[in-house]
Structure formats: C-alpha cells, structure tokens
C-alpha cells in the first residue's frame, strides 16, 4: 500500500476535526479585528497596528498571532488563538494540550511503528497532507472573520519562524522583503 492511501484516512479525520474547530478560531480572529486582546508596548495602540501575524507550530498547530507597526516591529506581546482544545483530547485525563487531536497523533504513531520501513515516506506524505488542509482551512477562518470588520490591515499566515508567509488578503505567498514593503502602510 502506498504512503498516500496509508495516510488518507488519517488526514480525512484531520479535515474533519479542523470542521468542528472552525467556530472558535473564526470567534477569536474576529476579535482579534474588532476589540484586539494585545497588551500594546507603551505609546502603541491598534491604531499603529499595520499587520497581523498568524503562525502556527508544524507539529502540533497550535495558532499565534501578534501585530506589527510599519517598521515591520512587534508592537505587542504574542497572543494564543484559542480553540476547543477539550475537543483534541482522548479523555479528560489527559494531559494533551494542543491544537492537534491527541488521538489522531497516537493512531498515526501506531501506523508508523507497523511500517518502520517506510516511516520517513509516511511521515513526509502526512505531513505535507495535513499542513495542506490545515492552512486551507485557516485562510477560509481568516476571511470569514474579515468579513466582521475593523480596520483594514495586512495580514500574514505561516508556519513559525519562516522566510515566506501567505498574505491572506491575496492568497499569495510573500517573502520577507515583499512583506516589508506591504506593512509600511495600512491597506486600503
């Protein structure tokens, strides 16, 4: 069996949990637009404020987001996109704290050690599988939760700590220098 097919069933419960996670990330960018939760470095306030930075973590997805000014510097503390985590949890013993399903992450490791030969194929298959759907489905949050309003700003989305980042007004993947440019001002 191919890596892909052993995958697919997994990344079809992945689509399917990011469904249930849609209202809580779409509630909480929009009020990441509408009433910021930044604590703003002093003298700054939303006003400063000329792009939102959406990251996540590739293991786990756990979402961030922190604003910048139109040097392009963070001019508030990093802030946590909540989501149902209860909902990620095999029971309410557990310990898991991620975004990422914990019964997802131990049935693909119990795959993995059924196959140790093709463990690297498997992982690379599944993770670029997953990081697909999930950054889908993010840009579909991020312009539902646009459409409530605020002021308009640049906003990017990628994994952390990366070069290249999705500008989620567009669709389209910027580099560092191009983001530069955007942020010296507001769009619109």
Not at 117 to 145: H, I, M, P
């Amino acid at each position: 069996m191919s890596s892909s097919a052993i995958v697919k069933p997994f990344v079809k419960r992945f689509s399917a949990y990011l469904v249930t996670q849609r209202e809580p990330v779409v509630e909480a960018v929009s009020a990441i637009l509408v009433k910021p939760p930044f604590k703003f470095v002093r003298g700054k306030t939303f006003d400063d404020v000329t792009a939102l930075f959406f990251e996540y973590q590739y293991d786990y997805f756990d979402l961030a987001c922190w604003p910048t000014d139109k040097r392009e510097t963070p001019i508030a503390a990093m802030v946590s996109i909540p989501s149902d985590k209860r909902a990620a949890k095999k029971s309410p013993r557990s310990k898991w704290r991620s975004f990422y399903p914990e019964a997802l992450c131990d049935g693909f490791e119990a795959v993995v050690a059924k196959h140790p030969d093709d463990e690297d194929d498997l992982r690379e298959a599944y993770n670029g599988a997953r990081t697909r759907v999930f950054e889908r489905w993010f840009s579909q949050c991020w312009k539902a939760a646009a459409k409530v309003g605020g002021p308009p700003v640049h906003a990017f989305f990628s994994i952390h700590d990366t070069f290249f980042r999705t500008n989620l007004r567009t669709a389209k993947e910027c580099n560092g220098d191009e983001i530069a440019k955007l942020v010296k001002k507001r769009p619109g």
